[in-house]
């Protein structure tokens, strides 16, 4: 292992552990409450758990053995780790609703995989065995295509027959409808869990595109998740990929995103009725304006019950830290705008770009990073904007944490 991990050139690197944190306290860990028991006592402040994102909670990323980093509130509380049983029982009958770019995607795959497989993925990608620093761990000796790394399948046509219905059904046995294919804009998945509590529906409606004025186009879910029918022979596959190339062929279509979930967006929005919690960002692309931001807030609102469904929420969830959103002023920009606009719709405002402002310190340099900075960039990033699997692990236990911490069930 020495020879791809020399701790020589890793005391040049700045670790995450070194960062500033504004608030750091001392705290013994052990002597905080859990987040859990803090949501969970009567009358409880504290009940919604917008505190674990807020920019006043002091973040810490601990590393683990395997190289990766656990998510830590060193001041605040202790976040539960949710196995998927918990997770399974929280969300039983519950439908997710994701929105956004790439990144808020992987967010939705890594959440699917867990509740298919009762682990998350792998958290490192194919491509990065090196910085996987304990290889007697199954967590580092079994790695493979990872679902949350869409360049270790070897192009894009042969990750969503993974993801959406192989012969016996990909990655997800038949219970994951993909409607995209690569000329699409966006794309919509369907995952419907199988559990013995009770389902769980995860959707995710993708949005691409710097100008947000692209064409918003696909087709309805045809319900085979429901009962694992999503499976398709290779000829199929490719009959249905040269179906979605015809534009005649479209079930809806949009000028943009932004009219999909509009007041005239009836036929695309009606397969998302029955949403609980829906969670939007689309950040990578660019800064999203004010007045596009009140449209799909108000929308979302509405989709996740309004006020008829007292349990049912929606988020803006802030642009996740990288060197193009620094650069950017990403984060920002989405608190001091975008934060207000979420609050008057109704719904909330989870900041990760806060929880991974310190992730965002490592940049990506072409053709290589720099020298001092390439393990830690490389052990985050694997390009420019998109993270390696344990970050998007480490985020949806938190949503987790968030969603499920009140609910006195388990």
Known sequence: MQDIYDPKPLDRVVSLEQLPASNRSHVDELTLPTCKDLMQQPHSPYVSGSFLTQISTDIVWKMRRDGSRELTLPSTCRLKRYTSNEAKQCLKGKSLLFIGDSLTRYNYLSLAY???????????????????????KESCSKLGPNICAEG?????????????????????????????VRKLNGGSYEYISSSEHGQTTLRYAGENGWGGTEPYRGYKFTGCAKNATCRYTAKQYDLRAEQLADDNG???????ATH????????????????????????????????????FMDSLYKLSGGKEKQQSRCFYRS?????RSTKDNMGSYEYNTIRAVAYEANCEYLDYNHITKALGQFHFRHPKP???????????????????PWVYEELNNLLLNVLCNANQGF
């Open 114 to 136: 867990f509740l298919e497989y009762d682990r998350w993925p792998y958290r490192f990608s194919k491509r990065a065995p090196q910085y996987c620093m304990d290889l007697d």
């Open 152 to 180: 270790d399948w070897g192009g894009w046509p042969d990750y969503l027959k993974v993801l959406g219905g192989n012969t016996d059904g990909g990655m997800f046995h038949g219970k994951m409808e993909v409607t995209e």
């Open 250 to 256: 479209f079930e809806w279509q949009y000028d943009s």
């Open 260 to 295: 999909a979930f509009g007041s005239n967006g009836t036929d695309f929005l009606e397969q998302y009725a029955g949403t609980d919690y829906a969670v939007y960002n689309r950040g990578i692309w660019g800064k999203l304006p004010k007045d596009r931001a009140k449209i």
């Open 319 to 323: 642009t996740t830290s990288c060197e």
């Open 370 to 388: 720099d020298r001092n900075l390439a393990f830690e960039r490389s052990s985050v990033l694997w390009d420019a904007v998109h993270y390696q």
